[in-house]
């Protein structure tokens, strides 16, 4: 990201309108606000008999006011694009000018400069500058509910008024048979008694429609046409105290959700991995420990990982293999959201770990992340979107048609790894979800098919095989020695499909040098050293493809606090 569109997400930040968000923004709204209330006081004392020197005062504060908002207006409209991405492109701006609070702000701010231009009168000016106080509504709750309240119940009212106009013309038509025949140089044409019939719902304030109706029919059609008149306000009123009440309860819900929301957050605090020093986020937690925990409510905890995207629900079940007869076991995983796909971290280093299936598969993502973390390499994931259709991002037919967050994760996986010297390694797991047991844990691939067992072949994943098979012998040894684990190349799983991403990247793009790891979740997940495991893996890939760059762990491996 450039420091332009840096600049450009923190402005769009400023202007959330929540006067309830903890930073410093919150600033730049109240003085929004207090320059409002000042303008319109200014109005006010205008409207008075004042003197020449109180008029140039006045004057010069709202010149001022008006330089604030002119910038402040740009701002909003430049930044649009990132409270929204509807609004982007010039298209996407006039849309956002089009909008309730976008012609407010147009109309009560760049009208000033019309003046310059067309010699409107100073009436007008004074009563644009009052429409100024209608921009405060945007920080008003109360307005933002009753906005919730109609728009739940616009298609009800549009319902009521349909069957409304529709009752009124057919007694209107109905009213004209009757009425042109006793006074017909009254009731001279339908239209007549339609108007008649119209201006009946707003109390007729021209007197255009004073042609009470003679006949008995036409009396007691007025009659039915009084009760709808009250109808007209009765049942919106009614739909709209409904629709508030609605709103009401869902602001209730949503504050609700966001206290349990932080409730989730603190109870992912960061544990000490014994056997490596590391404060470490929990790979997961179960509901029943949430519960006990933090005194949360199982449909409290369903509510707010519903409502997050930094919480899923998983079944452990699906982690354990058949061997294991595993049981049903629902738990929640955290992880850290920073792209519309998920996660994406650039350090400046020739390695980059991908998880392209931390959605799909339980806690590969915390396991990656760590070791990218430890290693001080680039890391990402795709944490978000849907679990059914589920659609890969291991292995896929057209980036671009796929689905929209595909394109983004890709384009960043190329910025990543178009580097000199590039290599990628993506964890994938085994050995669970009905899969048997096999008797290795790590099972390395080169992009070649199930059983070859060679360091040969074409299409493979990797250009530079003779530092890769050096880097396999060494990493197996590793595990064995310290974790009595072992480990295989391409004997258990097939990666020679043309589908996979490793081969989807740009001609020119991507690196020419990556590795598939499949580890068994006994070892990623349930084992006690899984960050050991992590670290050795890290060490390992620093010897072998970044020797070049001297580093030091990072020091949040160290830090005790919640989450990532």
Same mark, same amino acid.
């Given at each position: 990201?450039?420091?332009?569109?840096?600049?450009?997400?923190?402005?769009?930040?400023?202007?959330?309108?929540?006067?309830?968000?903890?930073?410093?923004?919150?600033?730049?709204?109240?003085?929004?606000?207090?320059?409002?209330?000042?303008?319109?006081?200014?109005?006010?004392?205008? !409207?008075?008999?004042?003197?020449?020197?109180?008029?140039?005062?006045?004057?010069?504060?709202?010149?001022?006011?008006?330089?604030?908002?002119?910038?402040?207006?740009?701002?909003?409209? @430049?930044?649009?694009?990132?409270?929204?991405?509807?609004?982007?492109?010039?298209?996407?701006?006039?849309?956002?000018?089009?909008?309730?609070?976008?012609?407010?702000?147009?109309?009560?701010?760049?009208?000033?400069?019309?003046?310059?231009?067309?010699?409107? #009168?100073?009436?007008?000016?004074?009563?644009?500058?009052?429409?100024?106080?209608?921009?405060?509504?945007?920080?008003?709750?109360?307005?933002?509910?009753?906005?919730?309240?109609?728009?739940?119940?616009?298609?009800?009212?549009?319902?009521?008024?349909?069957?409304?106009?529709?009752?009124?013309?057919?007694?209107?038509?109905?009213?004209?048979?009757?009425?042109?025949?006793?006074?017909?140089?009254?009731?001279?044409?339908?239209?007549?008694?339609?108007?008649?019939?119209?201006?009946?719902?707003?109390?007729?304030?021209?007197?255009?429609?004073?042609?009470?109706?003679? !006949?008995?029919?036409?009396?007691?059609?007025?009659?039915?046409?009084?009760?709808?008149?009250?109808?007209?306000?009765?049942?919106?009123?009614?739909?709209?105290?409904?629709?508030?009440?609605?709103?009401?309860?869902?602001?209730?819900?949503?504050? *609700?959700?966001?206290?349990?929301?932080?409730?989730?957050?603190?109870?992912?605090?960061?544990?000490?991995?014994?056997?490596?020093?590391?404060?470490?986020? #929990?790979?997961?937690?179960?509901?029943?420990?949430?519960?006990?925990?933090?005194?949360?409510?199982?449909?409290?905890?369903?509510?707010?990982?519903?409502?997050?995207?930094?919480?899923?629900?998983?079944?452990?079940? !699906?982690?354990?293999?058949?061997?294991?007869?595993?049981?049903?076991?629902?738990?929640?995983?955290?992880?850290?959201?920073?792209?519309?796909?998920?996660?994406?971290?650039?350090?400046?280093?020739?390695?980059?770990?991908?998880?392209?299936?931390?959605?799909?598969?339980?806690?590969?993502?915390?396991?990656?992340?760590?070791?990218?973390?430890?290693?001080?390499?680039?890391?990402?994931?795709?944490?978000?979107?849907?679990?059914?259709?589920?659609?890969?991002?291991?292995?896929?037919?057209?980036?671009?048609? &796929?689905?929209?967050?595909?394109?983004?994760?890709?384009?960043?996986?190329?910025?990543?790894? !178009?580097?000199?010297?590039? @290599?990628?390694?993506?964890?994938?797991?085994?050995?669970?979800?009905?899969? #048997?047991?096999? #008797?290795?844990?790590? &099972?390395?691939?080169?992009?070649?098919?199930?059983?070859?067992?060679?360091?040969?072949?074409?299409?493979?994943?990797?250009?530079?095989?003779?530092?890769?098979?050096?880097?396999?012998?060494?990493?197996?040894? *590793?595990?064995?020695?310290?974790?009595?684990?072992?480990?295989?190349?391409?004997?258990?799983?097939?990666?020679?499909?043309?589908?996979?991403?490793?081969?989807?990247?740009?001609?020119?793009?991507?690196?020419?040098?990556?590795?598939?790891?499949?580890?068994? @979740?006994?070892?990623?997940?349930?084992?006690?050293?899984?960050?050991?495991?992590?670290?050795?893996?890290?060490?390992?890939?620093?010897?072998?493809?970044?020797?070049?760059?001297?580093?030091?762990?990072?020091?949040?491996?160290?830090?005790?606090?919640?989450?990532?």
């Amino acid at each position: 990201m450039t420091r332009i569109e840096e600049f450009k997400k923190n402005l769009a930040r400023v202007f959330d309108n929540d006067l309830r968000t903890k930073q410093w923004g919150n600033y730049v709204d109240y003085a929004i606000i207090v320059l409002i209330i000042i303008n319109t006081l200014s109005v006010f004392i205008s !409207t008075f008999h004042i003197s020449p020197a109180q008029e140039k005062i006045l004057h010069i504060i709202d010149v001022i006011i008006v330089a604030i908002f002119t910038v402040e207006v740009s701002l909003r409209i @430049w930044t649009a694009d990132k409270v929204n991405p509807k609004y982007k492109g010039i298209w996407g701006r006039i849309r956002y000018c089009l909008t309730f609070y976008g012609m407010i702000d147009i109309v009560s701010t760049y009208s000033f400069y019309l003046a310059f231009i067309f010699p409107l #009168p100073y009436s007008v000016l004074k009563s644009l500058r009052v429409v100024r106080l209608l921009r405060i509504f945007r920080y008003m709750r109360s307005f933002r509910i009753l906005q919730q309240a109609i728009k739940s119940k616009a298609k009800e009212l549009f319902i009521s008024l349909q069957f409304l106009i529709v009752i009124t013309l057919i007694l209107s038509f109905i009213l004209f048979f009757y009425e042109h025949a006793a006074q017909p140089e009254v009731y001279d044409n339908g239209f007549r008694s339609v108007v008649w019939a119209f201006a009946q719902y707003i109390g007729d304030p021209g007197d255009f429609a004073d042609t009470p109706p003679v !006949t008995i029919v036409g009396q007691i059609i007025a009659c039915l046409i009084g009760l709808l008149g009250i109808a007209l306000f009765a049942v919106p009123t009614g739909l709209i105290g409904a629709g508030f009440s609605e709103a009401m309860d869902q602001e209730l819900y949503k504050e *609700e959700t966001k206290k349990n929301i932080e409730k989730l957050k603190a109870a992912f605090e960061r544990k000490l991995d014994r056997p490596t020093g590391y404060q470490v986020v #929990p790979q997961h937690l179960s509901v029943c420990d949430i519960q006990a925990r933090m005194g949360m409510k199982t449909d409290d905890i369903f509510d707010a990982v519903q409502s997050s995207n930094e919480f899923r629900l998983i079944n452990l079940a !699906t982690t354990q293999t058949i061997d294991e007869h595993p049981q049903d076991k629902l738990a929640i995983e955290h992880f850290m959201i920073n792209r519309p796909y998920g996660c994406c971290i650039d350090r400046n280093s020739k390695i980059t770990i991908v998880s392209p299936s931390s959605l799909a598969d339980a806690c590969i993502g915390n396991f990656s992340y760590y070791i990218a973390l430890i290693g001080g390499f680039n890391f990402i994931s795709r944490e978000i979107g849907e679990l059914r259709p589920y659609r890969s991002y291991y292995v896929f037919d057209d980036r671009q048609a &796929h689905e929209p967050n595909l394109a983004q994760y890709m384009d960043d996986l190329e910025r990543l790894t !178009t580097r000199k010297g590039s @290599w990628t390694l993506t964890p994938l797991v085994a050995s669970g979800a009905n899969e #048997p047991s096999y #008797p290795t844990v790590f &099972h390395f691939s080169a992009g070649g098919a199930k059983g070859d067992e060679s360091f040969e072949g074409d299409n493979l994943i990797v250009r530079d095989m003779a530092a890769y098979r050096r880097f396999y012998e060494d990493l197996s040894a *590793e595990l064995e020695s310290k974790f009595a684990m072992a480990s295989d190349h391409q004997r258990y799983h097939n990666v020679s499909s043309p589908k996979l991403f490793a081969r989807k990247f740009a001609e020119g793009k991507g690196s020419q040098n990556n590795i598939i790891l499949r580890i068994a @979740w006994s070892a990623c997940l349930w084992d006690p050293r899984r960050i050991a495991i992590a670290k050795t893996i890290a060490d390992v890939l620093n010897r072998h493809f970044e020797n070049d760059i001297r580093k030091e762990y990072s020091g949040d491996l160290r830090i005790k606090k919640f989450g990532y």
